[in-house]
């Protein structure tokens, strides 16, 4: 519809809208068919701009479906109040006709719809107040609820029998309406809190009986999602069931006999303030009136009740902490001075004297400040300005809501909407909207703190006050609070972080505390939780941190160490937020929580010369002749510089290839002091092997792998071969217990590893593997020089020559450390034809792709698939075997940067192929890194490293798949 068309008074009342405002609307009317009808009263046409721009949502409407609006206006409905029975007698007759259940779900669904744009019209147009907005919004939920049940009732019925007593009574379904809905005060889009119950168990009375339980279950199925069901038509209203006895573990629907039980042997106290609003809304009226006053007891105690107005103290805590962490200043619900500090006000007397004062036991909220007034308990002047104010506050709320029909409490930020917000407020503008809202929430604050803050508090009012969440923690709150706190705090998932949170809390390790305990437990949780709420993901970081909590809770000394230390706390949240690696290894070794302590320390891994420094400065405080002891110490010393490094890490402080240079070192400067330990004990047992030439004779330890080639990972295990000098034939060792060299060198590699994998309280070193020692399984676990020169001389095979590229001693002393070297570099000199070389690594490579690629299309294995880590090591590898004699300088290295950089120079790869291959290299290795800090496997989406595998597919077939000649030649 063009503007230009446009009825006279609809045209002048679009000229009268401020300006940001006519292009939206404007829009919409656009959007409307050349054809479509509108109604006929010049004043609701003279509304319609107003409206409209106050409400997106009413636009929408009435652009989708014009006629809706037209039939309010024909139909006299938009013009008045209806009467009692008004909504029921409309939808009952649009049901009447509607026989299958997708009829029946857009029946509701359209109804609503006319008349949540009815209700806002009338609102927004200023034809009502808002008590008649609350009440037309909550008759209208009463309503669509009750009659969905009465259709769906005997539909049921039909098919599964009627539910009967024991006296052979039919039974129906008891629905309670929670919350607002419960007071009559709904908010414009509000969800709906229900709580399903039926009179008693028995059986449905068809030929095969079904329990009442299972009928009632599914009905109520079938209510939620007449309700809740998202369709083409949209829903009816959000449905949450979770304040029903047991939350989301219970029985959608119970008995009223099992939920008499449960409320008197579990009834907690967060459910007393929720049942206070408790209603009959739909179903079995009678039979909900006895359930609710069975109850009562329950919600109203029969003395004064203080202790409440203890818990709702601790509950204004958390409000504050609430809006402080939230920053919450714009919410006109949860924020300092909004809607909840008024109704919290309200429950605090009903609670403390509704035992004693039926009058107070009222579900609305503007009776009970008129009767506190009444009674004295409040001044006038304070009834006055809670009641004024909250007509504003939930005036502001709806209006917000109508705005796009969302739940929502927070002012707009949006320029648009906060150019309708002061249209529909009357306001100037937004400055004056502003103060207008401010001032009325600092006189509920104040009358809020006169009512919650202790007498010995009244000077702290507005101090900020103690570590957030110390209410949900305490379990002073409703879970729907809980959830709403959890929420807002980042949580994805809220009910299950709450579930967590109170398994944790009421488990028996908790339990089990002493009183002290239990008081540090109380005050490290709030300061945990505030902590948690500025990590990626909250749920995780909860998540891993109780699995912690759970570990060492009974150790109460750690949780003093985290109460005394906030910085301590600060840097665990972020370190677990990050991390599920770094999780599992605080629980495992939570005497590292003592590094958490200073961050200078924490961030900065230890150079090699500082490691040597510190291990040996451990190691002088044990007892030399105890060995179990100075396992643990090097257990320690290693877990510590492994977090260290992990932490910078995370942190970004170093280098993704130092990762490998400082994990390299940590494994290197233990192994030496791994080997001082284990000569010791077995020579002291033993004596000590004398070579030919009357010195002790020497024993190394060679790395292979990623410690030789000085790319150790986080979860790396070591790759070890020993060798040792060669003695005399039939000598033996020099101690008192002699026994030959071979015997002496076997025990003693067998106590280095015993010392390295042993579980110990303290975890183990490093997993050890000696399967690359000549021979393999088969082979020695210790083997002379001499004889691993003969080995490699002559019956090695082309991949363990490829493994010799990546070798190095890491322990030993300086002749065989030479030797060693010398032996390397005449193996890999070797003269060799290429072509053969070539087709032997390829073939080597093909076979490991098979056994270990992930073999799929969409998943990329970095370390086995093709174009992975493992192709580049391989062509390493071969460029080094091939080209060596050549280019002796590429002896000079072990790990594969380097090599490829000297490959480069030796002329085996071109520039742009040894970039290629270090590049990919580097991001290889900074992808597991950061894999395993996830805990996650090195496999990833194969289009997420598509350039990088490419690339190494493209030197991979340069070079392992062309003729003979060196890759150099051949792109020449």
């Known amino acids: 519809m063009h503007?230009?068309?446009?009825?006279?008074?609809?045209?002048?009342?679009?000229?009268?809208?401020?300006?940001?405002?006519?292009?939206?609307?404007?829009?919409?009317?656009?959007?409307?068919?050349?054809?479509?009808?509108?109604?006929?009263?010049?004043?609701?046409?003279?509304?319609?701009?107003?409206?409209?721009?106050?409400?997106?949502?009413?636009?929408?409407?009435?652009?989708?479906?014009?006629?809706?609006?037209?039939?309010?206006?024909?139909?006299?409905?938009?013009?008045?109040?209806?009467?009692?029975?008004?909504?029921?007698?409309?939808?009952?007759?649009?049901?009447?006709?509607?026989?299958?259940e997708a009829a029946f779900h857009q029946a509701l669904r359209r109804f609503r719809e006319r008349e949540m744009l009815r209700i806002a019209w009338r609102d927004l147009a200023g034809r009502c107040e808002l008590d008649e907005v609350l009440a037309d919004l909550s008759e209208l939920a009463d309503v669509i609820i009750d009659e969905a049940l009465a259709w769906l009732y005997p539909r049921l019925c039909a098919q599964i029998?009627?539910?009967?007593?024991?006296?052979?009574?039919?039974?129906?379904?008891?629905?309670?309406?929670?919350?607002?809905?419960?007071?009559?005060?709904?908010?414009?889009?509000?969800?709906?809190?229900?709580?399903?119950?039926?009179?008693?168990?028995?059986?449905t009375d068809a030929a095969n009986p079904r329990a009442n339980e299972q009928f009632f279950l599914r009905l109520g199925r079938s209510l939620i999602a007449a309700l809740d069901q998202q369709t083409p038509d949209g829903q009816c209203f959000r449905v949450d069931m979770r304040l029903r006895p047991y939350g989301d573990s219970g029985p959608l629907a119970m008995s009223v006999p099992a939920m008499e039980l449960y409320f008197l042997e579990q009834g907690r106290e967060w459910e007393r303030y929720a049942l206070i609003k408790a209603r009959v809304v739909a179903g079995d009226q009678t039979s909900g009136q006895a359930l609710l006053e069975m109850l009562s007891p329950f919600v109203y105690r029969r003395y004064l009740d203080y202790g409440a107005l203890e818990s709702l103290r601790s509950m204004k805590a958390m409000i504050t902490r609430e809006v402080r962490r939230r920053r919450l200043s714009d919410n006109v619900k949860l924020g300092r001075g909004g809607i909840r500090e008024v109704e919290f006000i309200a429950q605090a007397f009903q609670l403390i004297r509704g035992g004693q004062e039926p009058s107070l036991r009222q579900r609305s909220l503007q009776p009970v400040l008129a009767y506190l007034c009444e009674q004295a308990l409040i001044p006038e002047h304070a009834q006055q300005d809670l009641t004024d104010a909250y007509r504003y506050l939930r005036r502001i709320e709806n209006r917000i809501q109508a705005l796009h029909d969302r739940q929502a409490h927070d002012l707009p930020t949006d320029d648009v909407d906060r150019a309708r917000l002061v249209l529909a407020m009357g306001a100037a503008d937004w400055s004056g909207l502003r103060r207008e809202l401010d001032g009325w929430r600092q006189r509920v604050q104040g009358h809020f703190d006169q009512v919650f803050v202790a007498p010995q508090q009244e000077d702290e009012a507005e101090v900020t006050e103690a570590p957030d969440f110390a209410d949900i923690w305490h379990d002073a709150v409703d879970a729907d609070v809980a959830r709403e706190i959890l929420a807002a705090a980042g949580y994805s998932d809220p009910a299950s972080a709450l579930t967590l949170l109170e398994r944790f809390r009421d488990g028996a390790r908790v339990r089990a505390l002493s009183e002290q305990g239990r008081k540090r437990l109380d005050r490290l949780m709030p300061m945990l939780l505030a902590a948690i709420q500025g990590t990626d993901s909250p749920d995780a970081s909860l998540n891993r941190l109780l699995t912690l909590l759970d570990g060492i809770v009974r150790r109460t000394a750690y949780l003093a160490l985290l109460n005394e230390h906030p910085m301590a706390i600060s840097q665990l949240v972020r370190l677990v937020g990050s991390s599920p690696w770094i999780a599992?290894?605080?629980?495992?070794?939570?005497?590292?929580?003592?590094?958490?302590?200073?961050?200078?320390?924490?961030?900065?891994?230890?150079?090699?010369?500082?490691?040597?420094?510190?291990?040996?400065?451990?190691?002088?405080?044990?007892?030399?002749?105890?060995?179990?002891?100075?396992?643990?110490?090097?257990?320690?010393?290693?877990?510590?510089?492994?977090?260290?490094?992990?932490?910078?890490?995370?942190?970004?402080?170093?280098?993704?290839?130092?990762?490998?240079?400082?994990?390299?070192?940590?494994?290197?400067?233990?192994?030496?002091?791994?080997?001082?330990?284990?000569?010791?004990?077995?020579?002291?047992?033993?004596?000590?092997?004398?070579?030919?030439?009357?010195?002790?004779?020497?024993?190394?330890?060679?790395?292979?792998?990623?410690?030789?080639?000085?790319?150790?990972?986080?979860?790396?295990?070591?790759?070890?071969?020993?060798?040792?000098?060669?003695?005399?034939?039939?000598?033996?060792?020099?101690?008192?217990?002699?026994?030959?060299?071979?015997?002496?060198?076997?025990?003693?590699?067998?106590?280095?590893?015993?010392?390295?994998?042993?579980?110990?309280?303290?975890?183990?070193?490093?997993?050890?593997?000696?399967?690359?020692?000549p021979s393999g399984q088969s082979g020695l676990l210790t083997t002379s020089f001499d004889a691993f020169v003969e080995y490699q001389r002559g019956r090695a095979w082309t991949w363990e020559h490829q493994a010799l590229v990546r070798a190095r001693m890491v322990v030993g002393g300086?002749?065989?450390?030479?030797?060693?070297?010398?032996?390397?570099?005449?193996?890999?000199?070797?003269?060799?034809?290429?072509?053969?070389?070539?087709?032997?690594?390829?073939r080597m490579r093909e076979r490991m792709r098979r056994e270990l690629g992930s073999g799929r299309r969409d998943a990329f294995d970095i370390k086995q698939d093709r174009g992975g880590i493992a192709d580049i090591e391989f062509m390493v590898q071969y460029g080094t075997l091939a080209g060596v004699q050549q280019y002796a300088g590429v002896l000079r290295y072990t790990d594969n940067i380097r090599l490829l950089d000297e490959l480069e120079r030796a002329g085996e790869l071109t520039t742009e192929q040894a970039r290629i291959l270090a590049d990919a290299y580097r991001h290889y290795r900074g992808l597991v890194h950061r894999l395993t800090l996830q805990e996650q496997s090195a496999r990833v989406a194969a289009e997420t490293v598509e350039e990088s595998r490419t690339a190494v597919i493209g030197v991979w077939n340069a070079l392992m798949e062309s003729g003979s000649g060196t890759n150099a030649e051949e792109s020449g």
């Open 3 to 100: 503007t230009d068309t446009l009825p006279t008074a609809l045209s002048a009342a679009l000229d009268t809208l401020p300006e940001p405002l006519v292009a939206p609307v404007s829009t919409a009317l656009e959007r409307l068919p050349a054809e479509a009808v509108l109604p006929a009263d010049d004043r609701i046409l003279a509304e319609l701009p107003r409206i409209w721009a106050m409400s997106d949502f009413a636009a929408r409407v009435c652009v989708r479906d014009i006629d809706v609006l037209v039939d309010l206006c024909d139909s006299g409905d938009l013009q008045q109040a209806y009467p009692p029975g008004g909504f029921r007698d409309r939808l009952q007759a649009r049901l009447a006709v509607v026989d299958d």
């Open 161 to 203: 029998g009627t539910p009967r007593d024991s006296a052979g009574n039919a039974q129906q379904m008891i629905v309670l309406g929670m919350g607002k809905l419960g007071g009559r005060e709904l908010n414009f889009s509000s969800d709906i809190d229900l709580i399903f119950a039926f009179p008693e168990p028995g059986f």
């Open 584 to 773: 599992r290894y605080l629980s495992a070794h939570p005497m590292l929580l003592d590094e958490l302590l200073d961050p200078r320390s924490l961030y900065a891994p230890l150079s090699r010369d500082a490691l040597a420094a510190e291990a040996d400065n451990r190691m002088a405080s044990a007892d030399v002749d105890d060995l179990e002891q100075q396992m643990e110490i090097l257990r320690q010393f290693k877990q510590t510089q492994v977090l260290r490094v992990a932490a910078a890490d995370l942190a970004g402080a170093i280098p993704v290839m130092l990762v490998s240079d400082y994990l390299t070192d940590i494994a290197e400067v233990i192994l030496k002091r791994v080997l001082h330990l284990a000569w010791r004990q077995v020579s002291q047992r033993y004596g000590e092997p004398l070579r030919e030439d009357g010195e002790v004779a020497d024993f190394g330890v060679i790395a292979y792998g990623k410690l030789g080639s000085l790319e150790l990972g986080y979860g790396s295990d070591l790759d070890v071969v020993f060798l040792h000098d060669p003695v005399p034939a039939g000598s033996a060792t020099t101690g008192d217990k002699p026994v030959e060299p071979a015997v002496f060198f076997s025990r003693l590699a067998q106590r280095f590893i015993h010392i390295l994998n042993t579980l110990t309280p303290g975890g183990i070193l490093y997993e050890v593997d000696t399967r690359l020692r």
């Open 814 to 842: 300086g002749s065989l450390r030479q030797r060693f070297s010398q032996l390397r570099r005449e193996v890999l000199t070797r003269p060799r034809r290429r072509d053969e070389l070539r087709e032997e690594v390829r």
